[in-house]
């Protein structure tokens, strides 16, 4: 043993932790350390092990087998309370935040001090402006959460994580809502925090950040760690050919587009939500056959209802949308069955939500939209042979694994349930296809897969609409680019023209002088 | 605390009800015990009461119709992910459309036209009493347990009101109707055995028996076979997605609480064509509600919901001997060890689901070295 680095005790030391669920084991032999004061990076596809691996280090988990040592002392985590008390905090990738208080509210939680909350009020106060004197996290501490925008948001989850002076923070996907801009920002907090001894663990699966921020990375595989790197000493390409086990292409070669007639034409949309916040304003583009579109913007910005509104899905108070020659209006709408008869396919942003049934089999699933076609069975009755014979047809032509249509899509990764998804959407030869963030949660395998299906549909003639949050794959893909902020559209780029910078600009809200905002 | 492994499904299906069910009868028989009665002779007298002694399998069929039909009432609707908790509302309202139709036409008619007039006019009123709540949750958004509560409460006021005024029998005191005439009464299962010469114990078991196995198995037809059983399930389980797969899903939830309806509405056919022959106050006595816990023991399934049922049923015919056998044992115990069961069964049915999914992991996955902290 190596002791003599003792005045140098690694912040987390993880030995042979292993977990498994049932038969999926899920961690392997991780053996992880991570030095006091530095960056560590965990990069993996989804499904790699990493939740699974923070859930553990954050007590949520109990190892199979294993040890874990925080500041050199071995320790046994048995709730999430055990792990705060050992000064560690944890940034979810969807926030814990109660959105109808306020910041100080949300703050106080768990820590309001008696019965009566005016001492814990007066103490968090203390600590919200302790917090922003050191680390430049200035926050309203009045604003109520729901008001706030993402980044502010995650701001207060990182102060609720360290308000109790925690050590160690992990943070579990933090860029995934944000811009660019607000990225920089928490790297800039990030970096704060490690100037003052505070370690960070940092999970995610973009490369560029860990390239950006960390001192350390370490790689997991299918539960096991794969490999440990020095930042400074490895390079994007490598660490994905650690996640994959495979040389991957990490951007797609794509051939001009042929665009010809408009198929899809939004004039003047408008739609306000159910609680009459106005979530598109005066929202005109058009799309034509054999092109992309695609839609910028941090997500949240009215993409999520622009799609929505095209699918039929959710009503609209003004403006028009024509599909294929037929005009949509708040006046006279259509269903999503409607149209999804007159071939228009969507694949929608959350597949957990809207796109699959999880509960359902694969072969439930395949037919999901589609289970009245006369292909499927006939008069009141499904055919369950044909349903079948159909999801294996998808399977084998996506590429779906495992191949098995008797399999809950809740037991599929992320990367099969969405070529699933697309399978099921794309196999009736859309004339306009509505995308809505197609590789999220998808690894980088099936994202390469994935992208290449899109411009063969492109290639074919289909009109596309592609609203994706990651910036790269709307550049990577689009022919045409529509920056969104806050329910409107910032102006219509030409992909060639459009840098990250000059999207990102736009994207917070910027008016880009260059084009036309509407 | 870490998550329990998923439970597979024989052992949620098979094991856990087993589970539960013997527990419920340690606890019961350690208040037989206390009672001052030997547990073992008190299970004894149970099971010979409801299978063994002649006619006793009869009433206990009888008792399980009742079951059936309105567990299949709670089943429906909760493949829509709908409380339906108006199963009694939908019986009672179901009683009366049976009645009206034997009333009417019983006296003028052979019973192979009113019979089965009198059947679809009882699934009918026990429709329309599901699908209003089903309306209104569906396009209003007033929550189902709340209207369905509410419905059972305005089908007692106005059975109360019918039975006490307009239908009741010129010339008695208590609220029910007139006898139907025999056209009405539903053919008795030992008569017609007895008539094919199968020399069987008189009871009160009915054709309704047979209607119950083929709502049984219409259920099974509707929900795993058909497009519109596709949808129910789908609004049920994800009723997003539901909508984004262009299904009407205001319009599946009232269908199902209609079919809901009209399962339970066919508790009549057993209780008022079958047995009373009239419409009586208060004749669906708690079998709507007990369709709660035969539901949720039987996982909406069919076959689980025909053994619960049979459960129940024999748990009501064999209780009714153990109050009949044993001084100590009254007509109260046995409500008390019905409840247990309906306890264990129900409110606690998945109570024992963790531990028994880790045993089975632990069984199943090969032993690891114990090593570590846990």
Redesign the interface.
């Known amino acids: 043993m190596q002791v003599d680095q003792s005045n140098a005790a690694p912040a987390i030391e993880l030995i042979d932790i292993?977990k498994?669920?049932?038969?999926v084991r899920a961690n392997r032999d991780v053996s992880l350390r991570v030095e006091a004061g530095s960056i560590h990076g965990i990069v993996g596809e989804n499904g790699a092990g990493k939740s699974t691996l923070m859930n553990i280090l954050y007590g949520h988990?109990?190892?199979?087998?294993?040890?874990m040592h925080v500041a050199g002392q071995r320790v046994?985590l048995r709730?999430s309370a055990d792990a705060i008390g050992l000064g560690i905090g944890m940034v979810h990738q969807h926030f814990m935040l109660v959105s109808n208080m306020t910041v100080l509210e949300n703050v106080m939680l768990g820590s309001e001090g008696g019965p009566l909350l005016a001492a814990g009020r007066r103490d968090t106060l203390a600590t919200l402006r302790r917090l922003a004197d050191d680390y430049g996290m200035e926050v309203d501490a009045d604003a109520v959460i729901a008001d706030l925008p993402v980044g502010t948001r995650q701001r207060v989850e990182i102060i609720k994580a360290i308000k109790g002076g925690a050590r160690i923070l992990i943070l579990d996907e933090p860029t995934g809502v944000l811009t660019p801009g607000e990225a920089d920002q928490l790297f800039e907090v990030l970096k704060a925090l490690k100037r003052d001894g505070v370690t960070v663990l940092l999970i995610t699966h973009k490369l560029d950040e860990i390239m950006a921020i960390t001192d350390a990375v370490s790689v997991m595989r299918h539960g096991e760690i794969v490999g440990h790197r020095r930042t400074a000493e490895t390079s994007p390409a490598e660490l994905a050919r650690l996640m994959v086990g495979r040389d991957v292409l990490l951007s797609v070669d794509r051939g001009q587009a042929q665009p010809s007639d408009i198929l899809l034409e939004v004039s003047g949309l408008a739609c306000t939500s159910s609680r009459g916040r106005q979530v598109l304003s005066d929202i005109s583009f058009d799309v034509r056959s054999g092109e992309i579109f695609g839609i910028a913007g941090v997500s949240g910005n009215g993409q999520t209802e622009l799609l929505e509104v095209i699918?039929?899905?959710r009503s609209f108070e003004a403006g028009s949308v024509r599909l294929l020659g037929e005009t949509i209006t708040p006046d006279a709408p259509k269903?999503?069955?409607?149209?999804?008869d007159m071939r228009i396919a969507?694949i929608?942003e959350d597949r957990h939500?809207?796109?699959?049934?999880?509960?359902?089999d694969a072969s439930?699933n395949a037919?999901?939209?589609y289970?009245?076609s006369d292909e499927y069975?006939s008069g009141?009755?499904?055919d369950?042979a044909a349903v079948t014979t159909h999801c294996n047809k998808l399977m084998s032509a996506h590429d779906v694994r495992p191949d098995n249509p008797a399999l809950l899509a809740k037991k599929f990764s992320g990367g099969n349930q969405q070529k699933l998804v697309i399978a099921r959407e794309t196999d009736t030869n859309p004339k306009i296809l509505i995308v809505g963030q197609p590789t999220r949660g998808v690894d980088v395998g099936a994202i390469e897969f994935i992208h290449k299906q899109l411009l063969a549909l492109r290639d074919a003639g289909c009109a596309i609409l592609l609203v994706s949050a990651e910036l790269d794959e709307i550049i990577g893909l689009s022919d045409r680019i529509m920056v969104m902020n806050d329910g409107r559209q910032m102006g219509i780029l030409d992909s060639a023209d459009a840098g990250r910078d000059r999207l990102g600009t736009m994207m917070a809200g910027i008016a880009d002088t260059g084009v036309a905002a509407s | 605390m870490t998550p329990a492994p998923p439970l597979p499904r024989w052992a949620d299906v098979f094991v856990l009800p087993l589970i539960n069910l013997t527990v419920a009868l340690l606890v019961c028989g350690l208040i037989v015990l206390a009672l001052g009665e030997n547990p073992i002779v008190a299970i004894q007298v149970m099971i010979k009461g409801a299978f063994v002694y002649p006619g006793s399998l009869g009433y206990t069929l009888y008792y399980t119709t009742n079951f059936i039909f309105t567990g299949l009432a709670v089943a429906v609707a909760a493949q829509a992910m709908m409380f339906n908790i108006g199963g009694e509302g939908q019986a009672y309202i179901g009683g009366l459309g049976a009645g009206l139709v034997a009333l009417w036409l019983a006296p003028m008619a052979p019973v192979v036209l009113v019979i089965p007039l009198a059947v679809l006019a009882a699934a009918l009123f026990g429709a329309v009493w599901g699908l209003v709540p089903g309306y209104l949750q569906a396009y209003r958004g007033s929550h189902i347990v709340i209207t369905t509560i509410m419905f059972n409460f305005i089908a007692s006021a106005i059975m109360v009101w019918l039975l006490a005024g307009t239908l009741m029998q010129p010339g008695q005191q208590s609220p029910h109707t007139a006898q139907f005439a025999a056209a009405g009464q539903m053919p008795k299962l030992h008569d017609m055995l007895n008539a094919l010469s199968f020399n069987v114990a008189a009871s009160p078991l009915n054709l309704s028996f047979l209607l119950a196995l083929a709502a049984l198995f219409g259920f099974w037809v509707l929900i795993w076979k058909t497009r519109i059983g596709y949808e129910i399930r789908a609004v049920g389980q994800n009723p997003k997605a539901a909508h984004y797969a262009g299904i009407n899903v205001p319009m599946v939830i009232v269908f199902a609480l209609a079919v809901s309806g009209a399962c339970a509405g066919l508790m009549a056919t057993n209780e008022i064509l079958g047995v009373q022959h009239r419409v009586v106050l208060n004749f669906t006595s708690g079998y709507g509600f007990a369709g709660i816990a035969i539901a949720l023991m039987g996982r909406n399934h069919p076959v689980g919901i025909f053994f619960a049922s049979l459960l129940f049923g024999a748990l009501y015919q064999g209780g009714a001997e153990l109050d009949f056998e044993f001084q100590s044992i009254t007509r109260e115990i046995v409500l008390l060890i019905q409840g247990m069961i309906v306890l264990f069964s129900g409110a606690l049915a998945y109570m024992f689901s963790a531990p028994l999914a880790r045993l089975l992991a632990r069984l199943t996955v090969r032993p690891k070295p114990a090593a570590g902290e846990a």
């Open positions: 292993r498994s669920f049932g038969p988990y109990l190892a199979d087998s294993g040890e046994s709730s699918a039929g899905m269903t999503p069955a409607q149209i999804r969507h929608p939500q809207f796109g699959l049934i999880l509960s359902f439930g037919i999901l939209g289970h009245q069975g009141y009755f499904l369950e």
